[in-house]
């Protein structure tokens, strides 16, 4: 797997224009909440095809609704969500969310699996049409998606309408 992320700085990232929601520091990319709570998404540079993706991730503040986009964020592509579901209001960690369709299946595993105090690893692979993940090393959702785009960048999403904070490290892809 190949370091997206050098804990430095933005410069493997397309960062949004006039941003005020992504910045990083000690080695850690924070993710927080502008005053009017416009959201944003960071994305890749490179398009991706077939990969996984695997970055750790913790929450902050707030209520946390996050969340990577595979292949990019129109209805032909699964999010994986990251945090609650603002639709649901509950919690969806690892489960995909696909736009006008919502949420086809839900991750199981998670209450047992995931730590609200401290760092979770989160790990994603499209692969074709279909989605798995893993979360802090076991394996929690399988989907396919038919018709699905099959490239596309890589976006971690700061949801809009939400107070919140998120912190990520450690983020790596592998094309498969």
Do not use: C
Request: charged share 25%; net charge positive; hydrophobic share 35%.
């Amino acid at each position: 797997m190949k370091s997206i992320f050098n804990g430095k700085d933005l410069k493997q990232w397309n960062t949004p224009e006039g941003n005020i929601w992504w910045s990083v520091d000690a080695g850690v990319l924070w993710a927080k909440s502008d005053l009017e709570k416009q959201g944003s998404i960071l994305w890749t540079k490179k398009n991706y095809k077939d990969f996984v993706v695997q970055m750790d991730f913790k929450f902050g503040e707030g209520t946390i609704d996050s969340g990577i986009f595979m292949r990019g964020d129109d209805e032909k592509n699964a999010q994986i969500q990251i945090g609650e579901s603002g639709s649901l209001k509950r919690d969806m960690t690892a489960s995909p969310y696909v736009p006008k369709s919502g949420y086809p299946v839900e991750a199981h595993g998670i209450q047992e699996l995931l730590k609200l105090d401290d760092w979770n690893t989160i790990k994603a692979m499209a692969r074709g049409n279909t989605y798995k993940v893993w979360l802090n090393g076991k394996e929690v959702m399988n989907y396919t998606l038919e018709n699905a785009n099959l490239k596309g960048p890589i976006g971690i999403q700061l949801h809009p309408n939400r107070e919140m904070s998120i912190q990520f490290k450690n983020i790596f892809v592998a094309r498969l």
